[in-house]
């Protein structure tokens, strides 16, 4: 299983971003993708999550109206989209994978892409 996380970048407070995460390596209709993100001296955090059939979502209240993630079954792609970015919200972003619903504790995913950087200046 290979998950690839891009879109990462640097953008000014209040602007956007769509981050991407690309699977490949097996099937994954059985999973939940989740993002996770973390800033340098913390600990890695809950974002949000989707089934893999999209039929679902849900968020850290952190970003919740903020960030939207969804998903194209054709490209086995999720993209977490990141409207009115705050400079707290820079940090390494990160996609997994779980096999069940719910699960917000990282420990608690499976299989990790590398992180992409998100950095938001003031």
């Known amino acids: 299983v290979q998950l690839q996380a891009s879109g990462g970048g640097l953008v000014q407070a209040g602007g956007s971003l769509r981050l991407s995460c690309a699977a490949s390596?097996?099937?994954?209709?059985?999973?939940?993708v989740g993002w996770f993100r973390q800033a340098p001296g913390k600990e890695r955090e809950f974002v949000g999550a989707?089934?893999?059939?999209?039929?679902?979502?849900y968020y850290a209240d952190s970003v919740k109206g903020r960030f939207t993630i969804s998903r194209d079954n054709t490209k086995n792609t999720m993209y977490l989209q990141m409207n009115s970015l705050k400079p707290e919200d820079t940090a390494v972003y990160y996609c997994?994978?779980?096999?069940?619903?719910?699960?917000?504790?990282?420990?608690?995913?499976?299989?990790w892409g590398q992180g992409t950087l998100v950095t938001v200046s003031s």
């Open positions: 390596g097996r099937t994954f209709s059985n999973y939940v």
């Open positions: 989707i089934t893999w059939s999209g039929s679902g979502t």
């Open positions: 997994a994978l779980a096999r069940a619903w719910g699960r917000r504790n990282p420990d608690e995913y499976d299989y």
